[in-house]
Structures are given as structure tokens and as C-alpha cells.
């Protein structure tokens, strides 16, 4: 993980498929989750344009498993990463320079990827 620790807090839009029984909330069916203002708007967050991705990433349709998705929100914690988490690092150091080039070099191609484990298989670094 290179030092790095990502805890998955909320599980409440997730779906589980376990024994060919899929448990999922039908997101369409709250439209407020597609209105939410964006990152570009005043007082808006990216989690929003997230989810009208995937709406149109997956037709809408929320049963099935659409792996786009988790690109979508790799590219949503990398977002986070590069705009709102606080380094104790001075952001003059070459190390934090050096991992900011590198998250923002992965968010220019992740978008190119069909699912996350294309993109680990093709740009992830093997840690031994």
C-alpha cells in the first residue's frame, strides 16, 4: 500500500451478489442523488457527477455489476487526494511532488480503462 490505508465507510449505495441473489438499492429511484449540485458548483462535490457517470455508465439499470464504475470512483478518491486531503509534508519537498505527479499522471489514463483490474494489470506497480 506504500503506506497508504483507504477505509470504505459507507456501504448504503453498494450492491452485493452472493450465491445468485444480488442485494442492491435502486438509485433511480432517488433523483436527488442526480440533481446534487457538482464539483463545479458552489458548495457542490464530485460524489455527484460520480453518480450521474455511473447512471449513464450503467443505462440507469443498478442490478447489474458495471465495473466503469469503480474507475469512476478510484478517480473520485484520487480527486480527493489531490484537493482536499491534508499532508503534513511541505509541498515544496520533492516526495510531495513526486506522489502528486504521480496521482495526477494516473487520473490523466484511469478514465481509459474498462475496470480496475485492467488498470492494475496494465500500470500498477508490483510491491514484493
Not at 459507507?10 to 440533481?35: A, G, H, Q, Y
Request: glycine share 8%.
Amino acid at each position: 500500500t506504500g503506506g497508504v490505508t483507504t477505509t470504505i465507510i459507507d456501504f448504503s449505495l453498494s450492491r452485493l451478489s452472493m450465491d445468485k441473489v444480488t442485494i442492491f438499492n435502486n438509485l433511480s429511484e432517488d433523483p436527488t442523488l442526480f440533481t446534487a449540485r457538482g464539483k463545479d458548483q458552489p458548495g457542490g462535490d464530485y460524489q455527484f457527477d460520480i453518480y450521474r457517470k455511473m447512471k449513464d455508465t450503467n443505462s440507469n439499470n443498478w442490478e447489474p455489476f458495471q465495473p466503469k464504475t469503480n474507475i469512476l470512483w478510484l478517480d473520485y478518491m484520487l480527486d480527493k487526494m489531490t484537493t482536499e486531503v491534508y499532508y503534513s509534508a511541505k509541498k515544496t519537498t520533492k516526495p510531495h511532488k513526486s506522489g502528486m505527479g504521480k496521482i495526477r499522471s494516473i487520473r490523466s489514463t484511469l478514465g481509459s480503462f474498462a475496470c480496475a483490474a485492467d488498470w492494475v494489470r496494465r500500470e500498477g506497480d508490483r510491491v514484493d
